[in-house]
Nanobody
Framework: QVQLVESGGGLVQAGGSLRLSCAAS????????MAWYRQAPGKQRDLVAR???????NYADSVKGRFTISRDNAKNTVYLQMNSLKPEDTSVYYC?????????WGQGTQVTVSS
């Protein structure tokens, strides 16, 4: 069983920055693919960014050039650095960990960007 705990969400003005963190339990973090998703009210949950166990990354077109995903295997933590935030980035952000085709989810953290 893997437990994920997100932190770092909050309220920020448009153009500002936030860094989300996701701490994972267990000793298999380095083998897991990690990702951030987001879900706005009444909308589906969408992929924001992912990072493989080998460190390869990919991003949703809407966040390319503004968001950066990274991981620290020594701390069992994945990060999402969000810059140049826009009101449309307002969502609940979820951390996800995937291993052997099974995905674990965190509880989510709210990000609100005011205009």
């Amino acid at each position: 069983q893997v437990q994920l705990v997100e932190s770092g969400g909050g309220l920020v003005q448009a153009g500002g920055s936030l860094r989300l963190s996701c701490a994972a339990s267990g000793s298999i973090f380095s083998a897991m693919g990690m990702a951030w998703y987001r879900q706005a009210p009444g909308k589906q949950r969408d992929l924001v960014a992912r990072i493989t166990s080998g460190g390869s990354t990919n991003y949703a077109d809407s966040v390319k050039g503004r968001f950066t995903i990274s991981r620290d295997n020594a701390k069992n933590t994945v990060y999402l650095q969000m810059n140049s935030l826009k009101p449309e980035d307002t969502s609940v952000y979820y951390c996800a960990a995937t291993l052997f085709a099974y995905t674990y989810w965190g509880q989510g953290t709210q990000v609100t960007v005011s205009s």
